[in-house]
């Protein structure tokens, strides 16, 4: 990252600029940093100008203890700010939630798309699901149990054990338990887990919500009820696509809803 700026609280935010014509701030999910979401940002940098940037308590940026969903929104201001006043949004998974809330609060972004934000309530068993990891996640970060923190959460994801066991060998595990904290916020962005219907209803820009087309049915359920929970609300499927969303595929996409 070769850009800074100070988010309200005074906390550290680094970012990078790419590309030119529309601006597009790219919101990462959990478990990840701007690094993530620079691939697409590349993608769309012909068409857009994609800002990719560490959430706080990752990567570059800072973190000010503590912590609330409201200081993220505020991050997201800054940045807004610091590229010029005017930008969409975009968020993949948690990151999209993270981009809904701060849509509704009245943030303002000139659009804002989200990619397969994992509400619960159409997993079955999902909001159960939640309420355990949620405990769970709290007991392993509070007794400085990052590794355990890790395995929570790749197991909340299906990942296999065996490919969990495979990942702690690996040489990404320490950075993956670096980022660990985060999982915190992520987990407080989604709330109880559920589909926050009355706030998607106070959007009042335009939104695009996508999922892929390989991915689970409840993904594809979760992704058109925030379509229609909002006004002004898009549902789009990519043919092929899993959670892991190629950004050759979803670059085009999104730059044709950024540039309006």
Known sequence: MDKKTTSRDGTTLAYQVTGQGPTVILVS????????????????ADRCTAVVYDRRGRGESGDTKPYA??????????????????????GVS??????????????PAARAAVYEV?????????????????EQLNKALSEGRRGDAVELFLRLTGLAEEMIQGARQ???WAGMEAVAPSLAYDDTV????????????????????????????????ASQAVAEAVPQGT????????????PEVLGPVLAEFVAG
């Open 118 to 134: 994992p509400y619960a309530d159409y997993l079955p068993g999902g909001a159960e699901r939640e309420a355990v990891y949620k």
């Open 29 to 44: 999910g959990a478990m990840s940093t701007g690094g993530t979401v620079a691939p697409l940002a590349q993608r769309l």
């Open 69 to 90: 969903v409201e200081r993220e929104v505020e991050d997201l201001a800054a940045l807004i700010d610091a590229v010029g006043g005017e930008a969409a949004l975009f």
């Open 170 to 172: 690996s040489p990404m």
């Open 94 to 107: 948690s990151g999209g939630a993270l981009v809904l809330r701060a849509v509704a609060s009245g943030l």
């Open 190 to 221: 989604m709330g109880d887990g559920l589909l926050p219907g009355d706030r998607l209803a106070e959007i009042s820009v335009p939104v695009l919500a996508v999922a892929g087309g390989a991915s689970p049915e409840w993904m594809h359920r």
């Open 235 to 246: 549902y789009r499927v990519l043919p092929g696509q899993t959670h892991m969303v190629e």
